[in-house]
């Protein structure tokens, strides 16, 4: 078997959820005019374990790196502003 990207993606995230502590918030709006609840995230912790074994904290949802979904969507609400 090879390696693919795919496959070490999602096993990158799995370890990022056992690293840290995601949690729903309803009253977290981070997505302005926006209130659908895969933007209504928030991240505890700085990681378990060794530090050489870090990952980078995963979006729970959408499995990008953390804030990228928040600043994709908000720049859109900007360009469809205009």
Do not use: C
């Amino acid at each position: 078997m090879r390696p693919d990207f795919y496959h070490t993606n999602y096993a990158l995230a799995g370890l990022s959820a056992t690293q840290y502590h995601f949690i729903y918030d309803p009253n977290i709006n981070p997505v302005k005019g926006d209130d659908q609840i895969a933007f209504k995230w928030k991240v505890e912790g700085s990681g378990e374990g060794d530090e050489i074994d870090h990952v980078a904290k995963i979006h729970p949802i959408f499995v990008t790196p953390w804030g990228d979904a928040e600043a994709m969507k908000n720049w859109f609400v900007e360009k469809d502003s205009k």
